[in-house]
């Protein structure tokens, strides 16, 4: 079965720590990640994907078929980065697959 | 705003009542994607259109849950008969064919007493 799994439902660093926020995945076939993100009273955006090896709002996040991992991460934390936070697996080239989300709690 | 818009935000209806969700897309999208999030969890798929027709409704639980598109453009998610478990989230998302960023509305909150 096509799954992911984010460990963590809450994560709470203080700020300027590290910060890395898990994911695995479940897929056979050559997988397409994403992490989405939805800040207080906003709506779910698009953080990242893994094709694009992209760096957004300091975030990263390597595809590890590995150990099928695409964990998020970012070197210092920021308090606005406070959020929600969904990795995603693309299903049959079009559906979403997402996992129940990490909050992320940045402390001063 | 250019943004995907859902009507309601907010619902509250009565067990075995019929319920309607409208999602307009941002101009242009061709693809439109219903999920559902239930608290504490991640958004579900439910079903997925491209242009007037439904892609992929594998995610619809059951057949109490219609959606149309009739134009290509406005859905409506339909559910009849609503029971206390399909309170929840219905998200709206839309995206240019072929793109894989999907562009969420701010969900229509159904609450079924």
């Known amino acids: 079965a096509q799954r992911v799994t984010q460990p963590e439902k809450l994560l709470s660093v203080f700020k300027g720590a590290p910060v890395e926020l898990k994911c695995n995945y479940s897929?056979?076939?050559?997988?397409?990640l994403f992490w989405y993100v939805q800040y207080s009273r906003q709506r779910l955006q698009l953080l990242l994907r893994?094709?694009s090896r992209e760096s957004i709002k300091g975030f990263t996040a390597d595809l590890n078929k590995g150990e099928t991992s695409f964990h998020l991460k970012k070197p210092f934390a920021q308090e606005e980065d406070s959020a929600m936070y969904y990795c995603?697996?693309?299903?049959?080239?079009?559906?979403?697959?997402f996992g129940k989300g990490t909050s992320l709690l940045v402390t001063p | 705003g250019a943004g995907v818009s859902q009507t309601p935000s907010n619902k509250v209806t009565e067990k075995g009542k019929y319920v309607e969700l409208r999602c307009d897309p941002i101009?242009?999208?061709?693809?439109l994607y219903w999920y559902r999030q239930s608290l504490g969890q991640g958004p579900e798929f439910l079903i997925y259109?491209?242009?007037?027709?439904?892609?992929?409704d594998s995610g619809l639980p059951n057949d109490r849950f219609f959606a149309v598109r009739p134009e290509g453009s406005v859905s409506t998610l339909k559910i009849q008969r609503t029971e206390r478990g399909d309170s929840a989230v219905y998200l709206c998302?839309?995206?240019?064919?072929?793109?894989?960023?999907?562009?969420f509305g701010e969900g229509s909150r159904l609450t079924v007493l």
């Open positions: 998302a839309s995206s240019l064919q072929g793109n894989r960023e999907l562009f």
């Open positions: 897929y056979s076939g050559s997988p397409e």
């Open positions: 893994h094709i």
């Open positions: 995603a697996l693309l299903n049959s080239g079009y559906a979403l697959n």
């Open positions: 101009s242009g999208h061709t693809a």
């Open positions: 259109f491209q242009g007037t027709g439904a892609a992929d």
